[in-house]
């Protein structure tokens, strides 16, 4: 783990960290030669079109896979070579929320959202009951505390998934499509709710993305994979000037049909541009 003079964490290093990191599955080479950094409390917003490994970035982070070469840094240690003990302690000051909302069906939105509560412990029952509310009202799904995941839309559920993430205080959020799959209103919502959560609890978060909007309205920092590969790495001011053309298209369409990428020529470069 890096540290300072005083033994903590060095807090002038990225809280998030790719070195070099490739990741291939059996031939299909999924990330390649990936460097990026965030520091602590600001937002990074991965772009690209389907397949380029973004999720597999979001997992890489978590521990769920391993890179195959380069280095992983999460919330200041270096995790390359971290086993289950050790990702579990990094699992708390780093958490995701998946696309599904990953809420357990059996249990209501209440109860989702209080279970890293009880598994923390050391809360009673009426503390836990203020937390959840107050956590549900901050997301917006306040009256839907006694319902079931099965009776909430996909947006909803993943409001409820961002409330259960926020009940574990984490240091770090990673959305997958935060905004995919919901109505243009919802989605609306759900990047207004990240936003906040950025400004008024100062989360780190990385925002898995093919929405233009919301990476705009987020990002600190904005990567483009194309083909495992960052073709584009720099703020959202430099995107606006890049010359990539896969950049371009993103742009112009706005997050609607990718069917016509993929005739790019990725060798025009501009300020922020990788390569
Ligand atoms: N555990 C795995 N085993 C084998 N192949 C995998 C595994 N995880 C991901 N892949 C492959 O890696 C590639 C990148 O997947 P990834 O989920 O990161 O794409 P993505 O950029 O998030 O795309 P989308 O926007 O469609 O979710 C895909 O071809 C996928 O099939």
Redesign the pocket.
Known sequence: MSTSPTNGPDRDKPYLQFENVSKS?GT?H?LRDVSWSVKSGETMCIL?R???????SLHNIMGFLKPDSGRIHVAYEDITDYGEKDMERIRKKVTMVFQSGALFDSLTVGENVAFPLRERGGLEEAQIFQIVDGLLEMVGVGHMRDLLPAELSTGMRRSVAIARALSAEPECILYD?PTTMVDPMMAHLLGDLIQKLKYQLKLTSVV?T?DMSLAKKLADKLIFLYEGAVVFYGTPKEMEQSKVEIVQEFLELDSTDFSTFGTTDLRRHAPGDIG
């Open positions: 599955f299909k999924v690209g389907s397949g380029v490994g973004k999720s597999v499509e898995v093919h």
